[in-house]
Structure formats: structure tokens, C-alpha cells
T-cell receptor
Framework: AQSVSQHNHHVILSEAASLELGCNYS??????LFWYVQYPGQHLQLLLK??????LVKGIKGFEAEFIKSKFSFNLRKPSVQWSDTAEYFC??????????????FGQGTTLQVKP | DAGITQSPRHKVTETGTPVTLRCHQT?????MYWYRQDPGHGLRLIHY???????DKGEVSDGYSVSRSKTEDFLLTLESATSSQTSVYFC?????????????FGPGTRLLVL
């Protein structure tokens, strides 16, 4: 079965530090890839998505992610984090052609704490 | 934000009682989903709907049923709530553009089963 793995469960950074959150998935076919963010007490919001084309995807609030097909990875990056980036981040995959076509598979989430 | 509302937003209930959660959308999207969110598990799909009266099971469907009698409403029912169903429940919608589907999430319902 397809799965998504986020290796960093809890990340603590100081403001202005750079961020990279790892996401790996297990599926060899066509994928759509997503990063969602959940601020404390709020619902999931879409940060960015990859469907096809340029593997470097830019999202809202200065976030970007790079799709590396050979590594089955879709890591999230931000060059300089702010206190307001404190949130939980979820990677999700839609694996087309699998038994899970159309069903988002989520990673476990990474909690990011940014210290002022 | 997508026009999705969930009700109630918070609920406390007792083991063995039935509970119904409602998801309402104003986007006229065909696809609707129910997820539960638990620490260490991310979000897991409970049930989904691909049209009025068309539903299917997700990864964690045991103990849950759903109904969709109108495009805009998708109901999740816990027939007899158990403590293991204490969770945060999120509804999502999408228009299922082929190979470019994006799901948008509602505000969530926090359910506590005592």
C-alpha cells in the first residue's frame, strides 16, 4: 500500500533560520503532491501543490518544495522562518493508478516551533 | 477559503450514543470526504462521496456511516460512539479535475467521547 513518511516529527528553529522538512512517499506511478499547513486551532490550508512540470514549486508565504522523482521525495523549504510559521505541516500524496486513486494519503505531520 | 462549514464545531458525548456530524459546502463540488486527525497519524480517510447517494469506504471506516442526499451536505454518523472515536474530524471537498485534484478542508469538529 502507498505510504507517506515525514521524518521530522518536531522541529524547533529560531527566527530567520532556514527550514527544510522531509517528505518521502512510496509509489512508482503518477503522483500529485501537496503540503498543507495547520496553524494552532485552525483547519488545514493548502501551502503548495505539484501536479506536473517544473519540479520546483512555489507556494504561499515564501514556501517552496522540490519534487525529486528519483528519490520519491517532496521536501518543503523556506529560507527564513518567522514566528508566525509555527504550525503543523502535512505532506500528502494522491497516487493515480493505484487502489488509492483520488484519496489523499497523509504523512504523520511535522510540528514546527519557531522561537522569537 | 473554500465555502465549507462543519457542525457542530465541538461536541462531548457519552459512549454508546449516536452522533451525527454535518459538512456543508457552497462550492457545488462533486466530491466530499471525511477524515479524522489523530496525533502521530496525520489525517486518515473515513468515507468519501463521489455524488449524491454515491459513497465509498476509506481507510478507517469501521464504526462510521455516511449519507449524502444533496450535493451540498455530507453527513458522518457514529452509530454508537466509542472512546476510540475521540478525534478531530475534518470534511474536505474537491472538484476532481483529472490528475489535478485539490482537496480543500473545512474548519473541523472536535469530538470527545466519554
Amino acid at each position: 500500500a502507498q505510504s507517506v513518511s515525514q521524518h521530522n516529527h518536531h522541529v524547533i528553529l529560531s527566527e530567520a533560520a532556514s527550514l527544510e522538512l522531509g517528505c518521502n512517499y512510496s509509489y512508482g506511478g503518477t503522483v500529485n503532491l501537496f503540503w498543507y499547513v495547520q496553524y494552532p486551532g485552525q483547519h488545514l490550508q493548502l501551502l503548495l501543490k505539484y501536479f506536473s512540470g517544473d519540479p520546483l514549486v512555489k507556494g504561499i508565504k515564501g514556501f517552496e518544495a522540490e519534487f525529486i522523482k528519483s528519490k520519491f521525495s517532496f521536501n518543503l523549504r523556506k529560507p527564513s522562518v518567522q514566528w508566525s510559521d509555527t504550525a503543523e505541516y502535512f505532506c500528502a500524496v494522491n497516487a493515480y493508478g493505484s487502489s488509492n486513486t483520488g484519496k489523499l494519503i497523509f504523512g504523520q505531520g511535522t510540528t514546527l516551533q519557531v522561537k522569537p | 477559503d473554500a465555502g465549507i462549514t462543519q457542525s457542530p464545531r465541538h461536541k462531548v458525548t457519552e459512549t454508546g450514543t449516536p452522533v451525527t456530524l454535518r459538512c456543508h459546502q457552497t462550492e457545488n463540488h462533486r466530491y466530499m470526504y471525511w477524515y479524522r486527525q489523530d496525533p502521530g497519524h496525520g489525517l486518515r480517510l473515513i468515507h468519501y462521496s463521489y455524488g449524491v447517494k454515491d459513497t465509498d469506504k476509506g481507510e478507517v471506516s469501521d464504526g462510521y456511516s455516511v449519507s449524502r442526499s444533496k450535493t451540498e451536505d455530507f453527513l458522518l454518523t457514529l452509530e454508537s460512539a466509542t472512546s476510540s472515536q475521540t478525534s478531530v474530524y475534518f470534511c474536505a471537498i474537491s472538484d476532481r479535475a483529472p490528475y489535478q485534484e485539490t482537496q480543500y478542508f473545512g474548519p473541523g469538529t472536535r469530538l470527545l467521547v466519554l
